[in-house]
T-cell receptor, first 110, second 113 residues
Framework: RKEVEQDPGPFNVPEGATVAFNCTYS??????FFWYRQDCRKEPKLLMS???SGNEDGRFTAQLNRASQYISLLIRDSKLSDSATYLC???????????FGPGTRLSVLP | EAQVTQNPRYLITVTGKKLTVTCSQN?????MSWYRQDPGLGLRQIYY???????DKGDVPEGYKVSRKEKRNFPLILESPSPNQTSLYFC????????????FGSGTRLTVV
């Protein structure tokens, strides 16, 4: 079983749609969690950290369920500029062990 | 501007010719790391450093070396590049053992022929 698994995608959605991405992780010792976005051939950029209580940043909402070892990202009112690959990232023990998921590609269509 | 700077952005080289990819950060971060990204394999950690003179292997260290003589710099060295090291490379840094994520450099696209 891979350490971090994500919806394989791709997701093709119309502008204005709501889209949700799922991620599961296998290491129960994982301490911190993130969502990154990556545009084609560019560096990954931190979108948001994921906290146990859930957190929201504008149109983006992240949820963490430690019992199920599951993380989600919800994007509301999708924009064309949201088209990118979304990477789920898990960090064990706040150390160097950052494990990246394979990514889910999103295309927002006009 | 807070950033991680990698050079060069693009590099084509021949098998066996030693090369160095430089990485520098201006955020006084303790932790630095090198990743490679390949289609279908995602981001994989090559080496990391937790402070000056403290480095360790990641998941795919074979064929690479690193050094951390100053806090801001973390060069990646390929002593004898081979075609299977053709990849997109990213340097990244973060403050230390905290909840903060990595900040990535813009990447180096390396082709070994």
């Amino acid at each position: 079983r891979k350490e971090v698994e994500q919806d394989p995608g791709p997701f093709n959605v119309p502008e204005g749609a709501t889209v949700a991405f799922n991620c599961t992780y296998s290491n129960s010792a994982s301490q911190s969690f993130f969502w990154y976005r990556q545009d084609c051939r560019k560096e990954p950029k931190l979108l948001m950290s994921v906290y146990s209580s859930g957190n929201e940043d504008g149109r983006f909402t992240a949820q963490l369920n430690r019992a199920s070892q599951y993380i989600s990202l919800l994007i509301r009112d999708s924009k064309l500029s949201d088209s990118a690959t979304y990477l789920c990232v898990v960090n064990v023990d706040y150390g160097q062990n950052f494990v990246f998921g394979p990514g889910t590609r999103l295309s927002v269509l006009p | 501007e807070a950033q991680v700077t990698q050079n060069p952005r693009y590099l084509i080289t021949v098998t066996g010719k030693k090369l160095t990819v430089t990485c520098s950060q201006n955020m006084n971060h303790e932790y630095m790391s090198w990743y490679r990204q390949d289609p279908g394999l995602g981001l994989r950690q090559i080496y990391y450093s937790m402070n000056v003179e403290v480095t360790d292997k990641g998941d795919v260290p074979e064929g690479y070396k690193v050094s951390r003589k100053e806090k801001r710099n973390f060069p990646l060295i390929l002593e004898s590049p081979s075609p299977n090291q053709t990849s997109l490379y990213f340097c990244a840094s973060r403050p230390g053992p905290t909840v903060y994520g990595y900040t990535f450099g813009s990447g180096t696209r390396l082709t070994v022929v």
